[in-house]
């Protein structure tokens, strides 16, 4: 098993967030495991992505050409990545900041309303659970156990009270996603 990911959108969305969750689950499974960020200097409202490699083998390079998987929640995001994810490979968007559809017809197109469900559970900051639930919905790479201990590895203990919040969210992003 080897999976090839980028998380992209705007800094303030938990993209960086997502990406060390899901790196951090990996390494709890005794997977090989890469997370390289790549930010602006700007916090919030600036372009960010991560690039996360899990795998049962040593990888070779955290640098990438292509995609299994591409998460992307604007539209700059989709403009980037939609034509670097591998021929067969899965996109996944958020429909709140995408207002060009998907051209591509040879990859898997996944949306999640990630944004309104979010907005429905009182709380923005479940977005980026939102979309991790309905990633591992699609590819069940890490087990939710796992991701609960890497939330908890991530998250400061001031806030280890947010982690039943972020399962439900994780869930709720796996009951909502569904193929374009």
């Given at each position: ?5 980028i ?23 005794g ?38 998987i591409a ?17 067969g ?36 900051k479940?977005?980026?659970?939102i ?7 699609i ?34 992003g796996?009951?909502i996603?569904?193929?374009?």
């Open positions: 098993m080897k999976e090839e990911i998380i992209a959108g705007f800094g303030g969305q938990g993209v960086l967030s997502m990406g060390k969750i899901l790196a951090y689950s990996g390494l709890m499974e997977k090989e495991v890469t997370w390289m960020p790549s930010y602006g200097p700007e916090q919030r409202g600036g372009t960010a992505n991560v690039t996360v490699i899990l795998s049962d083998q040593p990888i070779s390079s955290p640098i990438l050409n292509e995609y299994d998460i992307v929640l604007n539209q700059p995001s989709m403009d980037k990545f939609e034509s670097k994810v591998k021929p490979g899965i996109l996944i968007y958020d429909s709140y900041g995408i207002h060009k559809p998907v051209t591509r017809t040879d990859i898997n197109v996944y949306q999640v309303d990630a944004m309104d469900a979010a907005t429905e559970m009182k709380n923005e479940a977005f980026n659970m979309i991790l639930g309905g990633l591992l919905k590819v069940p790479m890490v087990e939710l156990e796992n991701v609960l201990l890497g939330l908890k590895k991530s998250l400061p203990e001031r806030h280890h009270k947010l982690i039943p919040m972020n399962e439900a969210a994780i869930k709720k796996m009951e996603i569904q193929k374009v």
